[in-house]
């Protein structure tokens, strides 16, 4: 059945796992940035000055590959300035709320009748990924339109493996017909391409509440499986999942369905079908607001574009503030301040204390191979490393790509084991970012050459 994928028992500190989230009272001000999902930002079309509905769009798609952006709270676009996000910079829009919550008039179901209307309605909604990576959702389904690929399993990732995360947990317990309504859709409109596939409920042991409220939402449908996880990490890496629910390898280099295999968010799941039923796109989330500087632990709603700080006003602070992360400990990222907003993959927020938010000091490597043997990927970073100083640089880029960097989960696991305390997923993140521009800049000027 293939090799056996590494994995780490990590401290879970589920605290909100028995919090019902908590609808924040609307903020005076959303800050809705042009780069919430992957692919090209999306180009603001209302201008400074302008009023704007709950649900309205304001940003549309750019590009081939991007997601619209719509208005998440009624009110007065104040502001449309660059911002600057993890790795750049963004446009962000700024709405000045008016307390209304007025719904835009153009908040209706949307109307379709088959896979290409499903698929536009998708892409219309701004659903992406809320697991972390937020590829757009369309795209993902869209795949499995290709000819070359048979998908027969599509699985829907509720495992919510991080440390302190429980949105999805909530989401699971709250909307489970949500989460039946969006399997419906696929198995409707995706019939000529999902076929008789059956869908895959990957969750871990650890939320047996859930469990029991999916297999009562599932009784005596067969197509649908609730698959229970070991309490492991990286359970919701897509490798990782691919292979313990199906047994199959993925493969450096090829796209996921060609494994026979969609994977799709719980969460991202439910808000398909809460945007396909009512019209009312990806405006509000689940956050979970936790961490060692954090008073009161909760999972909150909140609009997308809420800053931070409104978030702590609900659960207070014990200690002053280290570090604010967006997403898990392990594999999240450290934000400017709790002034900037939580966007649309933010599923938690966490505060670390300045205790808890020191980095060790990084010592040379000692060659224990820890990090290689942990990674569910088996990536060898020390061999990245070096190979980011071999001098000719045709030759770096081809020794990168060998050593399957690209495959990287950024699970944080090599990081977590490493006794010399080196940044090891940051290694592999500036890795992976040379490497994409290297080969946006050869095709670049192979375009320029044959123009
Ligand atoms: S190299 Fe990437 S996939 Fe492997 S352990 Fe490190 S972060 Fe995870
Ligand atoms: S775990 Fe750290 S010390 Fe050990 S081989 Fe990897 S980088 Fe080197």
């Known amino acids: 059945m293939g090799r056996n994928i590494s994995s780490l028992h990590v401290p879970h500190n589920k605290h909100t796992a028995a919090c019902v989230p908590v609808r924040i009272e609307t903020p ?139 949105s999805d947990h909530r989401m699971m317990l709250a909307h489970p017909e949500l989460i039946a309504d969006g399997i419906e859709y696929l198995r409707k409109y995706m019939n000529e391409y999902l076929g008789n596939a059956k869908f895959m409920i990957c969750i871990e042991k650890n939320k047996a509440d859930a469990i029991e409220v999916l297999k009562k939402t599932f009784e005596g449908k067969d197509y649908v499986v609730i698959h229970e996880l070991k309490t492991i990490y990286p359970q919701g890496a897509k490798q990782v999942m691919l292979y313990n629910a199906t047994g199959r390898v993925a493969v450096a280099g090829r796209r996921f369905p060609s494994f026979g295999a969609l994977i799709v968010n719980v969460s991202s799941l439910a808000k398909m079908a809460e945007y396909l039923n009512t019209g009312m796109p990806l405006v509000e989330r689940i956050v979970t607001v936790d961490g060692p500087a954090v008073e009161k632990p909760m999972n909150l709603i909140a609009p997308i574009g809420t800053r931070v700080s409104e978030l702590l006003k609900y659960t207070g602070l014990k200690s002053e503030p280290g570090k604010v992360v967006m997403g898990g400990p392990m594999n999240g990222t450290a934000i400017c301040s709790a002034d900037d907003p939580i966007v649309k993959i933010s599923n938690s927020v966490l505060i670390f204390d300045e205790k808890n938010s020191v980095l060790p000091e990084a010592s040379p490597c000692i060659n224990c191979g820890r990090c290689m043997e942990k990674c569910p990927v088996g990536i060898s970073v020390p061999m990245v490393d070096k190979v980011m100083s071999v001098e000719k640089e045709e030759r770096r880029v081809k020794l990168l790509i060998d050593t399957g960097v690209r495959q990287c989960v950024d699970c944080g696991c090599c990081t977590y084991v490493c006794p010399a305390n080196r940044p090891l997923l940051e290694i592999n993140k500036q890795a992976r970012s040379y490497i994409k521009k290297y080969l946006a800049a050869q095709k670049e000027k192979e375009g320029g050459a044959k123009a």
Not at 89 to 105: F, R
Not at 120 to 134: E, F, K, N, P, Y
Not at 139 to 151: G, L, T
């Open 28 to 166: 005076k001000e959303v800050i809705l940035p042009m780069n919430m999902h992957s692919g090209h930002d999306a180009e603001p079309i209302v201008k400074v000055g302008d009023h704007v509905r709950v649900g309205q769009l304001i940003a549309r798609e750019e590009g081939r590959f991007s997601s619209p952006v719509h208005a998440t709270v009624s009110g007065t676009v104040t502001e449309i300035s660059a911002m600057e996000v993890a790795g750049g910079e963004t446009l962000a829009i700024h709405i000045e709320s008016d307390g209304l919550m007025e719904i835009d008039p153009s908040v209706k179901a949307p109307e379709f009748s088959d896979c290409d209307g499903f698929l536009q309605a998708v892409r219309d909604g701004g659903i992406v990924g809320l697991g972390g990576a937020a590829f757009p959702t369309w795209a993902k389904f869209n795949e499995a339109k290709n000819p070359d690929y048979k998908v027969d399993t599509v699985l829907v990732n509720a495992a919510e493996c991080e440390p302190y995360i429980t």
